[in-house]
């Protein structure tokens, strides 16, 4: 079980222990803690969070920035992969495709569902899909975040 799914698991019955436990995956990997994102669900293959509207945010126009978006797809992709992950096997973001729907205004609600493993043999490609909702539900934006899976080294 990867570390982030144990500490989800452990923390995140509560708000303040999924706040927490976004908080500890943010030092494990400092970048998104620029977004500030809240993890709402982590399941193998699966990773919901949210991120608020606000200024640091924000682009010119007062919206959600569209990288702010991506590093919220990047940031479900990498959990919801992480958390498929048996031991011996490792993963790495590859690529990422994103459509900007609308002007994401608001608190963003973010899914990301992996495609199964399947079989990896010495390294595949897979893919997670990411949608991103605003506070009507309505599609802002999506992703599909390819990963690269692979053996660990020895």
Same mark, same amino acid.
């Given at each position: 079980?990867? +570390? #982030?799914? /144990?500490?989800?698991? !452990? &923390?995140?019955? $509560? %708000?303040?222990?999924?706040? &927490? #436990? $976004? !908080?500890?995956?943010?030092?494990?990997?400092?970048?998104?803690?620029?977004? %500030?994102?809240?993890?709402?669900?982590?399941?193998?293959?699966?990773?919901?969070?949210?991120?608020?509207?606000?200024?640091?945010? !924000? @682009?010119?126009?007062? *919206?959600?920035? %569209?990288?702010?978006?991506?590093?919220?797809?990047?940031?479900? #992709?990498?959990?919801?992969?992480? #958390?498929?992950?048996?031991?011996?096997?490792?993963?790495?973001? /590859?690529?990422? *495709?994103?459509?900007?729907? /609308?002007? %994401? @205004?608001?608190?963003?609600?973010?899914?990301? *569902?992996?495609?199964?493993?399947?079989?990896?043999? $010495?390294?595949?490609?897979?893919?997670?899909?990411?949608?991103?909702?605003?506070?009507?539900?309505?599609?802002?934006?999506?992703?599909?975040?390819?990963?690269?899976?692979?053996?660990?080294? +020895?």
């Amino acid at each position: 079980m990867s +570390a #982030a799914l /144990k500490l989800h698991r !452990q &923390l995140g019955t $509560s %708000a303040f222990g999924r706040w &927490l #436990a $976004s !908080q500890l995956i943010g030092f494990r990997a400092p970048y998104f803690r620029s977004i %500030a994102p809240l993890l709402v669900r982590l399941e193998p293959g699966v990773c919901d969070a949210t991120i608020r509207h606000r200024w640091r945010v !924000q @682009n010119h126009i007062g *919206t959600v920035h %569209a990288i702010a978006l991506c590093n919220l797809a990047e940031f479900c #992709a990498g959990l919801a992969t992480d #958390a498929a992950m048996t031991p011996g096997i490792r993963w790495i973001p /590859k690529g990422m *495709t994103v459509r900007y729907l /609308k002007k %994401a @205004n608001g608190r963003m609600f973010a899914s990301g *569902t992996l495609d199964s493993i399947g079989e990896i043999g $010495s390294g595949a490609d897979r893919i997670c899909t990411v949608e991103v909702r605003d506070s009507r539900g309505e599609i802002v934006f999506d992703a599909k975040v390819t990963m690269y899976i692979s053996p660990s080294k +020895a």
